[in-house]
């Protein structure tokens, strides 16, 4: 069967259109995953940041609770009271952001207990042992001895192993985002140069 001039046009302007929704809705599809992505990885950005904060926070506090231990100075108290307040609002905000990765959430839960932990048998325990002592610095040693005792050191120390596994998931995680982001830029890219490559090839093609 032979095809008229006009149905050759139509034919050829046809596949034209055909590779022009095809590239319009990769396009789409394309945006669609980069808004989502960085979406993500904004998140993500965030909940390091916070976290981070976090560890100041926590930082902070035994840095008060020493300094108390050491010169019995109740102004000295302010960083662990307002701290522990502080700590409070950032694991309130990190559980906010994390809702929907359970894992992380699940980690989050252990550093709060282990935060609870420190604060109700080592050091709040450890501030009034000191109170005692106000006047006797002989017995400055003693009662950093009881803080050790009380596992002080050690429960801070496992606050901030746990803290930093959870920002590393997250900067893992993040990473990953922003490579899934360059990937997927540069496919969308390919796929728009040579499908627009193809259909100005046919256009060329049908006008000559």
């Known amino acids: 069967?032979?095809?008229?001039l006009s149905r050759k046009l139509y034919g050829g302007f046809g596949i034209v259109l055909v590779?022009?929704?095809?590239?319009?809705?990769?396009a789409l599809l394309s945006t669609d995953r980069l808004v989502a992505s960085?979406?993500?990885s904004q998140y993500s950005y965030e909940t390091i940041q916070r976290a981070a904060a976090l560890e100041n926070q926590l930082?902070?506090?035994s840095i008060g609770i020493r300094g108390y231990m050491l010169t019995g100075k109740e102004d000295m108290l302010g960083a662990v009271y307002a701290g522990d307040g502080e700590v409070e609002?950032?694991?309130k905000t990190l559980r906010a952001q994390l809702g929907e990765r359970p894992e992380q959430l699940a980690r989050l839960d252990k550093i709060s207990q282990l935060k609870s932990a420190w604060m109700g048998t080592s050091v709040y325990?450890?501030?009034?042992?000191?109170?005692g002592k106000l006047g006797d610095?002989?017995?400055?040693?003693?009662?950093?001895?009881?803080?050790?005792?009380l596992g002080g050191t050690e429960k801070g120390g496992q606050i901030r192993h746990e803290l930093r596994a959870l920002i590393a998931d997250e900067q893992q995680a993040l990473d990953e985002r922003n490579a899934a982001v360059a990937h997927s830029t540069e496919l969308a890219r390919a796929v728009?140069?040579?499908?627009?490559?193809?259909?100005?090839l046919l256009g060329l093609l049908i006008a000559a």
């Open 1 to 4: 069967m032979k095809f008229t």
């Open 19 to 26: 590779i022009l929704a095809i590239l319009l809705t990769a």
């Open 38 to 40: 960085k979406t993500a």
């Open 59 to 61: 930082a902070n506090i």
């Open 89 to 91: 609002k950032s694991l």
């Open 125 to 131: 325990p450890a501030i009034e042992a000191r109170r």
């Open 137 to 149: 610095s002989s017995e400055i040693g003693q009662v950093a001895r009881y803080y050790l005792s």
């Open 192 to 200: 728009l140069l040579v499908g627009g490559a193809i259909a100005l």
